[in-house]
């Protein structure tokens, strides 16, 4: 398979191009970013982040890791990478962003995918160091970059395809960032996502789903599709991780949190919604 790291990045200060300089990107404006030795990138100045490591904690990457690797999730990064490269030329690299990638299970699956036949240029984004970490270790080919969706440290135009997988979506920047014709694919939970671990874990179990929200300025709506399956969890292990890489465990109180914690099996209900929208062409 052909997968290449995406290069263009721009300095989070000035909004100038980078360019790789041995182990450090650099601006014309003499901004210097160091590469970490796990192969990525810091992209996220001091006075952008709202708290001291912003984003997933270490053990809620962990978790995620354990638990997306399982294979729990594979539909769901399957039919995320048949819409990425629907309509996708063949002639040239795909310029693909994941916006808020965590630690980068649907790139990879991504990639696996496309197999030889999709030559991709890949980028992963997130604001979480821990979860950059996590991903350059698993697969140095992509380009890995601590960065925010609000201040995406990319050239205007430069993607093809845009993921946005249980995230906090920027439309502004996505369509920045996108070409015209570029397509966004977003993933949100739908109102039975979960329902029976919420069911343990809350007194009073809510619907799991965000606001409708309008068409996104600049896009039109290509396609939804709904997808629900069951998974059978058949261990404490994974029905921690599954608890632990979500907001849930920190909105559960105590009791919640223990209630789970003593489930040996578990029988849960998967839902998402999945979108894909095009950027509008001039």
Known sequence: MTITAFD?????????????????WQCASGHSYDIARQGYVHLLPVQNKRSRDPGDSKAMVAARRAFLNSGYYQPIADAVAEAVLAGAP??????CLDAGCGEGYYLRRLAEVAGGHHPL?????????????????????????????????VE?????????????PVYAEFARVLKPGGRLVQVDAGPDHLKELRAIIYPEVRKETRPVRAL???????????????LELTNAGAIGDLLAMTPHFYRANAEGRAAAEALESLSVTVQVRIQSFEKARA
């Not at 160091?129 to 140095?140: E, H, L, S, T, V």
């Not at 205007?156 to 906090?168: K, V």
């Not at 996104?216 to 069951?230: A, D, K, Q, V, Y």
């Open 216 to 230: 996104p300025e600049g896009f039109g709506h290509l396609s939804s599709r709904e997808l629900s399956l069951t």
């Open 90 to 95: 063949l002639s040239q690299p795909l310029a």
């Open 8 to 24: 263009k990045l721009t300095c989070p200060l000035d909004g100038t191009a980078l360019q790789q300089a041995g182990v450090a």
């Open 156 to 168: 205007a135009e430069s993607m093809d395809r845009l993921l946005c997988l249980f995230g906090f």
């Open 121 to 153: 240029s890949i980028l992963g984004l997130d604001i979480s160091k821990y979860a950059i970490q996590a991903a350059a270790r698993q697969d140095a080919r992509p380009a890995w970059v601590v960065g925010s969706n609000a201040n995406l440290p």
